[in-house]
C-alpha cells in the first residue's frame, strides 16, 4: 500500500500542476480501491440491483474529475469520494422514493457500510438528513460517520483526514453513534 499511496500522491501533485495524462494514471491507481469501497457498499444488495458497485464507481469518478486537485494526498482523495459516494447514493435513494408511494422506514445499521435497496431508500434519505443535523452542531463527528461508514476509511486514515488522533476519533465516532441513534428512533 505505502507505494500506490506514493504513487497516488504523486499523481494528484501531477493533476494540480496540470498534468493532462496524469488524470488517467490516476483512475488506473484508485480504480481498484474505489471498486472496493463502492462493493461494500453494495454488498448486501440483491444481485438485481439498479445500482451496481461498477456504476457507482463510474459515476463517483466522473463527479470526481477535477475535484481531485483539491486532494493533498491518496486518504484526502479517498475522503472526497466517500462524500462523493454518499451523495450518489442518497440521490440514487431520493430518485427511488420518488418513484414509489408510501411505505415505512427500515433500519440502516452504521457497521462499517451503508447500502441501498428498494427496501431502505427511506432510511438512506433520514441518515443523511440526520448527518446534515449532525453537522450543525458536530461537523466532526458527522464527518467521521460520512469518512468511515460510507468512505470505508480506517481509524487511522480518517483520523489524518480530519485531523485528529485514533482516540479522539473513537469518543467523536461513539458520540456521533449515539446522537444518530436517538434521533432517528434508534
Do not use: P
Not at 440483491?46 to 463517483?60: D, F, I, P, S
Not at 408511494?101 to 443523511?128: A, F, P, W
Amino acid at each position: 500500500m505505502a507505494d500506490n499511496e506514493t504513487e497516488v500522491t504523486r499523481l494528484l501533485t501531477a493533476v494540480r500542476e496540470g498534468d493532462q495524462g496524469a488524470h488517467d494514471q490516476l483512475l488506473s491507481q484508485v480504480y481498484d480501491e474505489l471498486r472496493r469501497l463502492a462493493a461494500s457498499h453494495m454488498r448486501r444488495e440483491r444481485a438485481n440491483h439498479t445500482l451496481q458497485a461498477t456504476a457507482l464507481v463510474n459515476e463517483a469518478y466522473l463527479r470526481l474529475a477535477g475535484a481531485e486537485a483539491k486532494a493533498q494526498d491518496r486518504v484526502h482523495f479517498f475522503a472526497l469520494a466517500a462524500q462523493t459516494m454518499r451523495r450518489i447514493l442518497v440521490d440514487h435513494a431520493r430518485a427511488k422514493q420518488r418513484g414509489k408511494r408510501g411505505g415505512g422506514l427500515k433500519q440502516t445499521t452504521l457497521d462499517g457500510s451503508v447500502y441501498v435497496g428498494d427496501d431502505n431508500q427511506d432510511s438512506v434519505i433520514e441518515l443523511d438528513d440526520a448527518l446534515q443535523r449532525l453537522a450543525e452542531f458536530d461537523e466532526r463527528g458527522a464527518k467521521a460517520v460520512e469518512l468511515m461508514f460510507f468512505g470505508g476509511l480506517t481509524y487511522d486514515e480518517a483520523g489524518e483526514v480530519l485531523g485528529v488522533s485514533k482516540t479522539t476519533l473513537f469518543e467523536d465516532i461513539k458520540l456521533a453513534k449515539a446522537w444518530l441513534a436517538k434521533e432517528m428512533g434508534d
